[in-house]
């Protein structure tokens, strides 16, 4: 068995609006996160809002299919005597000590977390960053230190603060792009030599489908995407060129990489228009990795936008930044793979949402519906890798399950632990099969979270089980599951041992 790098970059991941709690503590504002409800497998999370004139109060959706519409003279709000599972979520707010030090006994080697960009811009476009918000994250970088776990910080993980989609529009705004560098160049010089790596939008291709979520924005439209988009791309590379500036400057070695959601997708049968089908609906993830990464706006995004006749408010400066300052790697999450059929109607049911296509009749799902597919991690990396020829990072990988905790506190996660190993072994095999370049990997929500997706805390991915319910009932204590040890093991053999 071949081993993994010694460098490898072991380590789980997490983000600040799922995890990190302390809602109105440090003098952090509201970022559009903190105004979605919790939802399930079969309600759908929904954002809330409030007409300041005449006192209405309701709820929309949030996208993933389900629509979102704020009626005229609407802004999203907190309601009183709603259920928000980001303000306490697990909250590492008052646990990181407890956390980071569960990470170091797993010997963590990595720890991906999100900054709450609110926490430190509490409205976004404020002339000075709080210096509460500040302090707190270099407590929880000198914290990481004392175990020697390099933080991966991503800046905006499905959050922005509440302000800027109600005074600017959000990201379809080209303000927001200064609003963003401000914010990064602010955290850059303060953790200059506590913070080596950065990711500076989550999934940033789910503004194809949750603009709000990925973007602050209120509505959702070929052109409001497109521009969210684009202002995003842009912000990025001022990112880029703001880091290696203070490389240049400093002597520091700070990288910038782009965060994508990316899944294989499969073609149900061999009819080539199911091929064509699996081309079109890549490009709809890999056109955000063409520009970010590769830096090039490609063809088929451009046409498409033609036909849609969406016009972008750009500037010729614009590109020569995409191209100058693409990102320094390409990080991604990757639960599973998804299938897709034009003969919808010799199908059976559905694939976990409904950016997942249909099931997939060799594959095994969770309770939520997602695909337990180990080769398509395989499949992931050779892809990406022969497309950009730039080092990548596993930053999400991992199976939500409803965990039942035994009396004395412990989790008997078989399943989990079968996830990993399998998940494992054919990252293991990209890297030395196929000669992909793979910094590290980061399971997801390695300490119990709320999902992303649901709002619900039962959907549970960590190591570390986490005393809550999904009605914010519990004590928040933390116990250790059966793949606690199993990854310790997995770590301290440099991949070697996934017994
Ligand atoms: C990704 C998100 C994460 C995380 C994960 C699992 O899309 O970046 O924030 O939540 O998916 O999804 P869920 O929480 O819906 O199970």
């Known amino acids: 068995m071949s081993k993994f790098p010694k460098d490898f970059l072991w380590g789980g991941a997490t983000a600040a609006n799922q995890y990190e709690g302390g809602f109105a503590e440090g003098g952090k504002g509201i970022n559009t996160s903190d105004v ?50 980001s303000h306490v979520a697990t909250d590492f707010y008052h646990h990181f000590r407890e956390d980071i030090a569960l990470m170091g006994e797993m010997g963590f080697k990595t720890f991906r977390l999100s900054m709450n960009w609110a926490r430190i811009f509490p409205n976004g476009d404020d002339a000075e960053p709080c210096e509460a918000g500040l302090a707190f994250y270099d407590e929880v970088f000198d914290e990481c230190k004392k175990y020697g776990i390099e933080p991966l910080v991503t800046l905006s993980h499905y959050e922005t ?61 070929p052109q ?102 693409s990102a320094d790697f390409l990080s991604f999450s990757c639960y599973g793979s998804s299938v897709f059929t034009t003969h919808m109607d010799e199908v059976e049911g559905g694939g976990g949402n409904l950016i997942m296509g249909i099931k997939n009749p060799y594959l ?34 991992g199976i939500g399950w409803d965990d039942k905790k035994e009396e004395d506190g412990s989790v008997h996660d078989s399943y989990r632990i079968d996830y990993l190993r399998a998940n494992i072994a054919s990252m293991r095999d990209a890297i030395n099969l196929d000669g992909v370049d793979l910094m590290g990997y980061t399971m997801w929500g390695c300490i119990d979270l709320v999902s992303a997706g649901t709002g619900e805390m039962k959907k549970r991915y960590g190591f570390v089980y986490v005393d809550r319910d999904d009605q914010g009932n519990g004590t928040l204590a933390r116990s250790r599951k059966d793949s606690f040890y199993w990854y310790k093991k997995v770590i301290a053999s440099d991949g070697e041992d996934l017994s």
């Open 36 to 85: 979605l409800t919790a939802g399930s497998h079969t309600t759908p999370r929904r954002i809330s809002w409030k007409n300041p004139e005449t006192g209405e109060t309701g709820y929309t959706g949030m996208g993933f299919g389900a629509e979102m519409k704020f009626p005229e003279g609407s802004i999203p709000a907190i309601l009183e005597g709603e259920y928000y599972p």
């Open 224 to 325: 409001s995407r497109a521009q969210g988009a684009h202002n995003q791309f842009v912000a990025s590379a001022l990112a880029v060129k703001a880091a290696h500036e203070l490389n240049a400057e400093s002597g520091s070695d700070i990288m910038v990489g782009q965060m994508l959601a990316y899944q294989p997708m499969y073609a149900y049968t061999c009819d080539p228009a199911d091929q064509l089908l699996i081309m079109q609906n890549s490009h709809g993830g890999l056109f955000y990795s063409d520009v970010q990464t590769g830096g090039h706006y490609p063809a088929y995004r451009l046409k498409q936008y033609e036909r849609e006749g969406v016009v972008l408010d750009d500037t010729p400066e614009d590109y020569e930044l995409l191209e100058k300052y």
């Open 364 to 397: 095994q799902t969770n309770a939520w519906g997602w695909a337990t597919d180990p080769a398509c991690l395989r499949i992931a990396l050779n892809t990406l890798y022969d497309r950009y020829h730039k080092p990548l990072w596993i930053v999400e990988n």
């Open 161 to 221: 603060p509440l302000n800027l989609t109600i005074r600017y529009g959000g990201w379809k705004n080209r303000a927001c792009i200064a609003f963003f560098e401000k914010y990064a160049k602010t955290v850059f010089r303060r953790y200059l030599g506590k913070v080596k790596y950065y990711l500076t939008f989550n999934e940033i291709n789910c503004m194809e489908w949750a603009t709000f979520m990925a973007g602050g924005m209120m509505e959702n439209t």
